[in-house]
T-cell receptor, first 115, second 109 residues
């Protein structure tokens, strides 16, 4: 593995189903993030984690949950998917969240469609 | 509220120079980032400015004026591979990135 990987690459999901998007990084970065990207809008932060064992809410956390059991993995769960959660989801990581010059590096994204 | 404004789309000619502007109003300021995003791909880091002035990196330069809430990304000697979206993002007082919607740059031969 090099950098950040996300799985699945794409998914079509029925409304009401539960779904977990996976994100793994091998850079030993402390901070990790989940964003959604919708046409015409900027990336919006869903949840973040500045270090293993801690998580925080971003701009649009409703309907999503995360966990950070270790440094490398940061899964995002949709407990009961709704069509408005159709989006492209990007996972990112940075060396130390909450600091200046802390550059975020992005995974390839998961394209999710909820019908 | 927090707001980042960029033009939605720009067109330029191969070999030319283009300037992409970004204005921002955020709760606090801890730096401004520019990212490049090719269609269907992840954003990739281009530049970071926290002090006023121009930062040059090869064909790309980024300028910041904190007093004006303004930045621009300057791309010189445009190549076809520069066709992409360019995202402006500000690190706010909570050290969270606030993102603009991006500027789609179309390069014509």
């Amino acid at each position: 593995i090099a950098g950040i990987t996300q799985a699945p690459t794409s998914q079509i999901l029925a409304a009401g189903r539960r779904m977990t998007l996976r994100c793994t990084q091998d850079m030993r970065h402390n901070a990790m993030y989940w964003y959604r990207q919708d046409l015409g809008l900027g990336l919006r932060l869903i949840h973040y984690s500045n270090t293993a064992g801690t998580t925080g809410k971003g701009e649009v956390p409703d309907g999503y949950s995360v966990s950070r059991a270790n440094t490398d993995d940061f899964p995002l769960t949709l407990a009961s998917a709704v069509p408005s959660q159709t989006s492209v989801y990007f996972c990112a990581s940075s060396e130390n969240g909450g600091t200046l010059t802390d550059t975020q590096y992005f995974g390839p994204g998961t394209r999710l469609t909820v019908l | 509220g927090q707001n980042i404004d960029q033009p939605t789309e720009m067109t330029a000619t191969e070999g030319a120079i283009v300037q992409i502007n970004c204005t921002y109003q955020t709760s606090g300021f801890n730096g401004l980032f520019w990212y490049q995003q090719h269609a269907g791909e992840a954003p990739t880091f281009l530049s970071y400015n926290v002090l006023d002035g121009l930062e040059e990196k090869g064909r790309f330069s980024s300028f910041l004026s904190r007093s004006k809430g303004y930045s621009y990304l300057l791309l010189k000697e445009l190549q076809m591979k520069d066709s992409a979206s360019y995202l402006c993002a500000v690190l706010d007082s909570n050290y969270q990135l606030i993102w603009g919607a991006g500027t789609k740059l179309i390069i014509k031969p």
